[in-house]
């Protein structure tokens, strides 16, 4: 079976850093762009980053640029969220998602808690 899990998640002071993230298994994790997604309390899920199945190319939200880096190690079948300069408003629930390029989830982690305090 499909699972995605993460791992990393905690409460960190505004500037501050943290890395995620996110094991698979039951896929072949190559084949599938994977992305970070966060819902932040009161919000819906909105897109972070992603990255494709090479690592050729990656995509981050405008927030996000230029603090927060997406990779992947596909011999250890993970993907990382390097997020540095946090702030209060990257606080929220983060969740690692395996798709397609239709645009197809092919599997959700149950994602990890980033609290960010100023």
């Known amino acids: 079976q499909v699972q995605l899990v993460e791992f990393g998640g905690g409460s960190v002071q505004a500037g501050g850093s943290l890395t995620l993230s996110c094991a698979a298994s039951?896929?072949?994790?190559?084949?599938?762009?994977m992305g970070w997604f966060l819902q932040a309390p009161g919000k819906e899920r909105e897109f972070v980053a992603t990255?494709?199945?090479?690592?050729?190319?990656?995509d981050y939200a405008d927030s996000v640029k230029g603090r927060f880096t997406i990779s992947r190690d596909n011999a250890k079948n993970t993907v990382y969220l390097q997020m540095n300069a946090l702030k209060p408003e990257d606080t929220g629930i983060y969740s690692c998602?395996?798709?397609?390029?239709?645009?197809?989830?092919?599997?959700w982690g149950q994602g990890t808690r980033v609290t960010v305090s100023s």
């Open positions: 998602r395996a798709g397609v390029r239709s645009g197809l989830t092919i599997a």
């Open positions: 039951g896929l072949p994790f190559s084949t599938y762009t």
């Open positions: 990255i494709t199945g090479n690592g050729g190319s990656t």
